[in-house]
């Protein structure tokens, strides 16, 4: 930690609902701020609501080789771990990445991390994957179509012939046309800590979170539609996109906080 630079405060300028540059995020995430993260996840809640479902998908597919691209403070990866498979962690925040590599010594496993952003994810990560994961609604860090598009294309590159991709996303949907709801029982299951946006439109949903020591924080985040997501993974290239919401397939009436896309990079010949 003593190498990083280290950022206390966020600071969004004097209008803070016109920051809307994928470059913010790495500046959002201040060490106070990654050091409350896990209040507001709460490993053990989390672990319960998903009842390990991207490790029996991940199973049921043959994947042992993981690149977890949003590690955030190392859940998923440790879960990953635990469950037997091979992880590699990957952030575009320093300090999100101390703090994985820090929980993860605290489970006894040690992480092979790397900083890296999306956008030139082969540059930074080198190899080939069985499946590559970005979840906790990270992928919302991206603000312009050209960086989610080059982000889905540096996924698929770095997937083997048959690798898949795990993606999810809050249900921007609902909140933009019904306004904010959440059950908060799968993602952020944290007690005493309050997590909803302040302000929303069609291309920005800046996230308040609140903590039990009345500390605030935000999060500028682009609000992704369901049916934009599927379409450009399927325009990258994945031919395969299966969908859950709060990790249940029938989720059309259910208006889930969460969406969860399962996309297979195997190539499907037009007869399949």
């Known amino acids: 930690m003593n190498e990083l630079k280290v950022k206390m405060k966020q600071d969004y300028g004097s209008n ?3 920051v809307r540059q994928t470059s913010k995020y790495q500046e959002e995430y201040v060490h106070p ?3 409350k993260w896990d209040e507001l996840i709460d490993w053990e809640a989390r672990a319960a609501g998903e ?7 991940l199973k049921k597919r043959g994947k042992k080789k993981i690149l977890d691209v949003a590690t955030g403070t190392g859940f998923h990866s440790v879960q990953l771990l635990r469950a037997g498979f091979q ?16 929980n993860a010594r605290q489970h006894n496993y040690l992480l092979r991390t790397v900083q890296a952003d999306w956008r030139w994810l082969n540059r930074d990560v080198h190899g080939r994957f ?4 970005c979840l906790g609604n990270s992928f919302t860090h991206l603000f312009s179509e050209n960086d989610r598009r080059k982000a889905l294309a540096e996924f698929y590159s770095a997937l083997k012939h048959d690798g898949v991709l795990i993606i999810d996303h809050r249900n921007y949907d609902v909140i933009l046309d019904k306004g ?4 908060h029982t799968y993602y952020y299951a944290g007690k005493n800590v309050k997590a909803e946006p302040e302000y929303v439109d069609e291309g920005l949903a800046r996230f308040r979170y609140e903590f039990a020591d009345r500390s605030v924080y935000h999060l500028n985040m682009f609000p992704l539609r369901e049916r934009y997501v599927r379409r ?3 325009e990258v290239g994945f031919q395969r996109i299966y969908s859950y919401g709060d990790f249940q397939e029938t989720y059309h009436t259910d208006n889930p906080d969460f969406f969860i896309h399962i996309a297979e990079k195997k190539y ?3 007869d399949e």
Do not use: C, H, Y
């Open 16 to 18: 803070p609902t016109t």
């Open 87 to 102: 992880v590699w962690s990957a952030d575009g925040s320093p300090m999100m990445l101390a703090k994985a590599f820090q």
């Open 268 to 270: 499907l010949a037009n």
């Open 232 to 234: 450009l993974l399927g």
């Open 130 to 133: 069985d499946a590559i994961i």
């Open 33 to 35: 701020f990654v050091e």
């Open 180 to 183: 904010f709801r959440s059950k």
């Open 51 to 57: 009842q390990e479902f991207f490790i029996k998908e």
